[in-house]
């Protein structure tokens, strides 16, 4: 199997830190793998997906996601991959406010595709009918959505644009149990799309943990088992 996602002696410190929140973190993902990455809050966890997710830098190490050194690329070329190779999806309170849930989902088809607007509205709102929310919820405001509804858009934006990995961080953190089993079938169900990579991160223990593979992090390393 070819690699999603290789890292080697992946290194970051956050400004003014006294210890590194990424120490040397070696990782290899397999195409089409579901990993599930754990571990306490501050171990680490984000730090790594946001520089998978082309989000953030590291300050040492390398880092190739679906064969592109990330370590060697620019910002214009970073972005462009970012959204359409790589999804993340984003705790809710992170969507962007002021617009509607079709819109938040249709905005990443307009920038990395060649889509008109109607076009990206009519993609936005196939998602968004898939993952249950009605016509009406697809054109109100996202703030004015339930918790559950707006992680559901958070999901459809980062999978609207046919990314082939998938970086979740804690999205049921704030859901009831339901609701996050709920959002945990969507996620699970797109990974099980040919060559697709999931990594999802929790600080909670998943009992339904289905044919993956477990990674745990602390104090910036990840912990061999
Ligand atoms: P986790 O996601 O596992 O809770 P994080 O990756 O968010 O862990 O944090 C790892 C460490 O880096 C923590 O000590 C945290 O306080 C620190 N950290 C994370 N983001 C920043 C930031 N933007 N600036 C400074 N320190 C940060
Ligand atoms: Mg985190």
Excluded at 40 to 48: A, D, E, F, I
Excluded at 130 to 146: A, D, I
């Amino acid at each position: 199997m070819p690699l999603a996602i290789e890292a080697k002696n992946l290194a970051r410190t956050f400004p003014g830190a006294s210890r590194p929140a990424l120490d040397a973190v070696t990782l290899r993902v397999e195409e089409g793998e579901r990993i599930l990455l754990t571990g306490p809050s501050g171990s680490g966890k984000s730090t790594l997906l946001n520089l998978i997710g082309g989000l953030d830098r590291a300050d040492s190490g390398l880092l190739h996601v679906n064969g592109v050194n990330f370590s060697k690329l620019g910002e214009a070329a970073l972005a462009q991959i970012r959204g359409r190779e790589v999804g993340v999806v984003v705790q809710h309170h992170f969507l962007p406010t002021g617009l509607t849930a079709e819109e938040a989902v249709a905005a990443p088809l307009l920038w990395i595709g060649n889509l008109s607007p109607g076009e990206a509205l009519r993609e936005a709102r196939e998602h968004l009918s898939l993952l249950g929310l009605t016509k009406e919820e697809h054109r109100r405001p996202v703030q004015n959505l339930s918790g559950g509804q707006r992680q559901r858009v958070a999901f459809a934006r980062a999978v609207a644009p046919g990314p082939t990995i998938l970086l979740a961080d804690e999205p049921t953190a704030q859901l009831d149990n339901a609701t996050a089993q709920l959002l945990l079938d969507q996620i699970f169900d797109w990974s099980a799309g040919p060559g697709r990579t999931l990594i999802l991160a929790s600080h909670h223990h998943l009992d339904a943990w289905r044919d993956g593979r477990t990674i745990s992090m602390r104090d910036g390393r990840l912990v061999t088992a």
